[in-house]
């Protein structure tokens, strides 16, 4: 089942411009809402994640931003520079549940 | 730190061949599991296990095979290789309380001719 949407599938931006990635879900137990980056040849790696309690969480020059009421949450990438080029994934997901669902995967290319 | 610790990197086998991916992690983490990554479908989840002994099938086990005997060790056979097979499989492991971040392994890039 589609418990997870991504959007977009990729995208460009130009350097120094906002990236915004989104992810809209199903569940309504989800209560853990994570971002992952991915650069080649590597694994994934935990990026931010924010808990439902808060509408954001701002690290650095990465925003997450959480609509409960639209079961939606996006990663705001501020300033995009050359070195966030890679692959975002949005894994929400709910205490007890073991299989842990991943978007399709976002592919974020920055352009000088 | 050597973290999550997948072999081998990269393999190329035969329709019909067996083989085994390595996976090992040295953080005492309870959860440990299986990802396959293909274009355009994002991570699935294969196999996952919580605990030495204990495992259960994700969204696409067919094919896999998995035990758990130690903490540490959770390796991933494939018993007669198909060209559906052909991916990329990560090995991810978290803790069982706390944030429940997950580690990944750099993966194996598997082909099957």
């Known amino acids: 089942q589609q418990q997870v949407k991504q959007s977009p599938q990729s995208l460009i931006v130009q350097k120094g411009g906002i990236s915004i990635i989104n992810c809209a879900y199903e569940n309504t137990a989800f209560d853990y809402f994570p971002w992952y980056q991915q650069f080649p040849g590597k694994g994934p790696a935990l990026l931010i994640a924010i808990r439902p309690d808060v509408s954001e969480k701002k690290e650095g020059r990465f925003t997450i931003s959480f609509n409960k009421s639209a079961k939606q949450f996006s990663l705001h990438i501020m300033d995009s520079q050359p070195g966030d080029s890679a692959t975002y994934f949005c894994a929400p997901r709910s205490f007890g549940n073991e299989k842990l669902t991943f978007g399709t995967g976002t592919r974020l290319t920055i352009i000088p | 730190n050597a973290g999550v610790t997948q072999t081998p990197k990269f393999q190329v086998l035969k329709t019909g061949q067996s083989m085994t991916l390595q996976c090992a992690q040295d953080?005492?983490?309870?959860?440990m599991s299986w990802y396959r990554q293909d274009p355009g479908m994002g991570l699935r989840l294969i196999h996952y296990?919580?605990?030495?002994?204990?495992?259960d099938q994700g969204e696409v086990p067919n094919g896999y095979n998995v035990s758990r005997s130690t903490t540490e060790d959770f390796p991933l056979r494939l018993l007669s290789a198909a060209p559906s097979q052909t991916s990329v499989y990560f090995c991810?492991?978290?803790?069982?309380?706390?944030?429940?971040?997950?580690?990944f392994g750099s993966g194996t890039q598997l082909s099957v001719l």
């Open positions: 953080m005492n983490h309870e959860y």
């Open positions: 296990s919580v605990g030495a002994g204990i495992t």
């Open positions: 991810a492991s978290r803790r069982e309380t706390g944030t429940r971040e997950l580690f």
